[in-house]
């Protein structure tokens, strides 16, 4: 795999997010004074309608990043929040992304940022390894949060995070951008509404050119799999939750998680390091629904099937596929077409009813439109008080999935879950 190649994948694979300096934590149990709850009662307050949400952004640098290239142009085209704080690793970047943006106020110290009044909800875009420690500083503010998939490095941590937001009582969602596309929640529709009648089985296949046998030293950590940014955390829990979501949760299953490529070279240097982190993943398994489910990741692969979510029912089947086949794609940015095929016809292209964008037009296609697909969700929890998905509760019940998974392929055995 050559140089580009493997630097644009890890780009997006990895969430594009941008490398924080692991900075002493220093969790704060002061609690922010956000106004969009009610404390003494104990219960959640709605926000105007013609109020808008502050964020702060960890991990927005005009150089590079997730939230560079997704977050701030969601929010900037959604009425309902207004980007008040954005922090880096240096004051230098962080000044400079305020200017681009015109946002007011820029940090150097993401736990300054965390303390600020103006701001009401945090969005975490940074490396796996720093989201533990910058989330839980910032559900101690009583930040309403937003922190991007994977929620934390491991399942304990991510269980921290979401007792305490709920000890908080603030709104929490995690980045599961998939849920946001208009391709998932219309195949999830049409299935609830027996499109292929009884779903007997599926197929996904997700192949990605990361996790190979080169990484630049910018993304060397995620061939350790003890920073939890691996193949089956990232891709992979992005798509299983992407197929969990159209048919439900699994029952049982069996998996092989493998790393076929033990040392990988550092792209600028030529020195090799050991890979602990997968590079293919073969899940096997039996949906609650009693649906028959066949998931395989593949790393380090740049040819072949890119990505494929079939469907067969009783009645007919359904298939996700890409918009652009010719292009890289990931489940969680990239555009998908629907594809539907009953009483034995072949397999067409369906409408995508415009019910399913949930976002005005001024989002832009390509990586905001699912971020913004999700701060709707968010927008519409914080001001009607209600809860809001995907949230850490559905985080923690996917690193659990992902835990098992592990587990099917270290014992051999089984898992009833």
């Not at 030293?217 to 299983?240: C, E, F, K, Q, V």
């Not at 629904?289 to 395989?296: I, R």
């Not at 949930?358 to 209600?386: S, T």
């Amino acid at each position: 795999m050559t140089r580009r190649v493997e630097q644009a994948a890890n780009v997006v694979v990895a969430g594009r997010q941008e490398a924080e300096g692991a900075e002493s934590v220093r969790l704060v149990e002061k609690t922010g004074g956000n106004g969009l709850f009610n404390k003494a009662k104990g219960v959640k307050k709605n926000v105007m309608a013609t109020e808008k949400i502050r964020v702060g952004i960890i991990g927005a640098s005009m150089r590079n990043g997730w939230g560079r290239d997704a977050h701030i142009p969601a929010l900037s085209a959604l009425r309902e929040f207004e980007i008040t704080a954005v922090s880096t690793s240096r004051q230098e970047t962080a000044d400079e992304t305020a200017k681009q943006f015109g946002i007011p106020h820029a940090f150097a110290d993401p736990y300054k940022m965390l303390q600020h009044p103006d701001v009401d909800l945090v969005s975490i875009c940074v490396r796996v390894p720093f989201h533990h420690q910058l989330g839980m500083a910032a559900l101690n503010a009583g930040k309403h949060l937003y922190c991007e998939w994977p929620l934390a490095a491991t399942t304990e941590q991510a269980q921290q995070m979401r007792d305490l937001a709920v000890r908080k009582e603030v709104h929490h969602m995690v980045g599961l951008q998939a849920r946001g596309a208009p391709a998932f929640n219309r195949v999830r529709d049409l299935v609830a509404e027996g499109y292929v009648g009884k779903v007997l089985s599926c197929t996904m296949i997700i192949t990605t050119p990361a996790w190979g046998t080169e990484f630049t030293l910018d993304w060397a950590y995620m061939a350790d799999r003890s920073n939890g940014n691996t193949l089956m955390t990232s891709p992979g829990g992005h798509s299983i939750d992407a197929l969990c979501y159209c048919l439900g949760e699994f029952k049982e299953l069996s998996s092989v998680v493998a790393n076929q490529r033990q040392r990988v070279k550092i792209v600028e240097t030529g020195e090799t390091i050991q890979m602990t982190a997968p590079d293919q993943v073969l899940i096997s398994g039996v949906l609650q629904s009693g649906a028959v489910a066949s998931v395989h990741l593949k790393g380090g692969t740049a040819n072949g099937t890119g990505f494929l979510f079939e469907i067969h029912g009783t009645e007919g089947a359904l298939a996700i596929v890409p918009a652009d086949p010719r292009q890289a794609t990931y489940i969680q940015v990239s555009e998908f077409t629907v594809r539907g095929a009953q009483a034995g016809k072949p397999l067409a292209d369906l409408s995508m009813p415009e019910s399913y964008r949930w976002v005005p037009p001024a989002v832009p296609a390509g990586l905001p439109f699912n971020v913004a697909q999700l701060y709707m969700r968010m927008a519409e929890g914080i001001r009607e008080g209600k809860s809001v998905s995907p949230d850490f509760d559905l985080a923690v019940k996917r690193h659990q999935l992902l835990d098992a998974i592990q587990k099917a392929s270290d014992t051999g055995i089984r898992q009833i879950l």
